[in-house]
């Protein structure tokens, strides 16, 4: 089938680059290329996934699912009924396969580079690489479609692998090594990214550049002193020049697009752990004979020597999230290895732990929460409870002391951080060539509105909604 060379699309993705600091560049005109481009073309804000990073938001991406339906709501993620968590690649936890693959079967050729969290499905229709210099990689080796991408994959990528993303920078001389290295990558990328689209006609032209987001966590924008990240989307926008031209297509039929933001992040850790500390200890004073069952369950287990988890006396576990969000668990019998809740009392308990949450408040009386997600609400699907049962967003700062009706809550060690975490601000900017559907977008839309914009309409079957309220 294919399009005509009129039709065809180049859509870039900057990972993480938070749409509050974009704008600004805007306004500021830091960003010629991208203003080009949004001068006749339209800005749209991205409906992102609360309290949810990267992992949730690619992977929703790229197979047109929400989190409740493909499984993925973090890179580390324990399975029901366990609390170790573990790290999950991108065939987990069930299969699946990305739009770009079903637009193929429909004749629709596709140059897909580094889509993050994305599940690989080769296809002769798609000529793709994952793994290469994505922010979170599952391996340290690249996988590639064809013997050329892989060729193109070696000329390019700086040796030896890269984790410095992960870790923190101190001194002058050592940030200064991180972001020289971030940048090295990125020229790599740039310049493979445009001879491999010089060379190749396809449909569609997909790539996704992670600088912005290797860099985001470690240096908030905004912060006093130099400013990596915006150094980094000046670097990015002349890119973004070079690759609409080596493209030779129609400018108006450009998509500039990050699904999440990033924000200076509380470490909120301390006071989650205080908070869920108390909130089970009030709970098992109002109802004693939960915790004598508990209490005979571990006697009993230990009198045995049973093997495997101990029944627990808590009602809620706090489960590892990104640092601005707390995901807790029910510990439910039947469901939790060490569930001590009959089910039957689920609803009471949950509705329970909700009003608490959103009765948390700081030293001034201002909720710390942003938002109280239930999952099963917020993320339907069958795998809504893959991560918990509850997701509670902390505001975008560290509160010294955490109040509730039931007692103050002083954290082992409150601290803010200075790190950036993930927070929704994602958008997408347009060509004028191509209209929107909407004057907002669900995360799990866009394959259907790109497979639009290439005359097929519907990406794939899949059709969601999310919800779209903003945080601050």
């Not at 991208?34 to 996934?49: E, Q």
């Not at 987990?92 to 629709?108: C, K, T, Y």
């Not at 900017?429 to 914009?453: C, E, H, R, Y």
Request: charged residues 25%.
């Amino acid at each position: 089938m294919g399009v005509n060379a009129t039709e065809r699309l180049l859509a870039v993705g900057w990972d993480a680059a938070d749409g509050y600091l974009i704008r600004r560049m805007l306004t500021e005109r830091r960003l010629p290329v991208l203003a080009g481009i949004l001068g006749a073309g339209t800005w749209t804000p991205l409906d992102g996934y609360g309290g949810l990073g990267d992992d949730a938001h690619w992977t929703s991406f790229s197979t047109g699912t929400p989190p409740g339906v493909h499984g993925r709501f973090h890179f580390e993620q324990a399975p029901v009924g366990g609390y170790q968590q573990t790290m999950l690649r991108r065939d987990e936890p069930g299969p699946a396969r990305p739009w770009w693959v079903d637009l193929a079967e429909r004749g629709i050729t596709a140059s897909v580079l580094d889509v993050p969290k994305s599940p690989y499905v080769p296809h002769p229709g798609v000529a793709e690489i994952v793994d290469w210099m994505c922010h979170g990689a599952d391996s340290d080796d690249p996988s590639a479609s064809s013997a050329e991408l892989h060729r193109l994959c070696l000329e390019h990528r700086p040796h030896g692998a890269f984790r410095e993303c992960y870790r923190a920078q101190h001194g002058d001389e050592a940030i200064d090594r991180h972001v020289a290295a971030v940048g090295e990558r990125r020229a790599a990328f740039s310049e493979a990214a445009t001879t491999w689209v010089r060379s190749h006609d396809h449909d569609l032209n997909l790539a996704v550049f992670s600088s912005t987001h290797c860099l985001g966590h470690r240096y908030p924008s905004g912060e006093a002193g130099p400013d990596p990240v915006a150094d980094e989307l000046k670097a990015l926008d002349t890119h973004l020049g070079e690759l609409i031209e080596a493209w030779g297509g129609d400018p108006g039929r450009v998509v500039v697009f990050s699904l999440l933001g990033m924000h200076v992040a509380p470490d909120a850790g301390p006071a989650t752990e205080a908070t869920v500390r108390a909130l089970n200890r009030h709970w098992l004073q109002r109802h004693p004979t939960i915790g004598w069952r508990s209490a005979a369950k571990i006697l009993r287990a230990r009198a045995r020597g049973t093997r495997g988890p101990v029944p627990t006396a808590d009602v809620f576990t706090p489960v590892k999230l990104i640092a601005p969000a707390t995901a807790i668990r029910l510990n439910l019998e039947g469901r939790e290895r060490r569930g001590i809740l009959p089910a039957s009392q689920r609803e009471e308990v949950l509705a329970w732990l909700v009003d608490h949450l959103h009765e948390l408040r700081d030293d001034e009386g201002e909720p710390v929460l942003a938002e109280v997600l239930c999952t099963e609400d917020a993320f339907p699907g069958p795998h809504h409870d893959a991560l918990a049962d509850v997701v509670a967003v902390w505001r975008l700062r560290c509160p010294g002391r955490v109040h509730t009706s039931i007692t103050d809550v002083e954290p082992d060690s409150p601290r803010p951080s200075t790190a950036a975490d993930h927070r929704r601000g994602g958008w997408m900017v347009t060509g004028a060539g191509l209209v929107p559907k909407a004057g907002s977008m669900a995360i799990d839309s866009l394959g259907d509105q790109f497979g639009s914009w290439l005359g097929v309409g519907q990406a794939s079957a899949a059709a969601s909604t999310v919800d779209t309220a903003d945080t601050e």
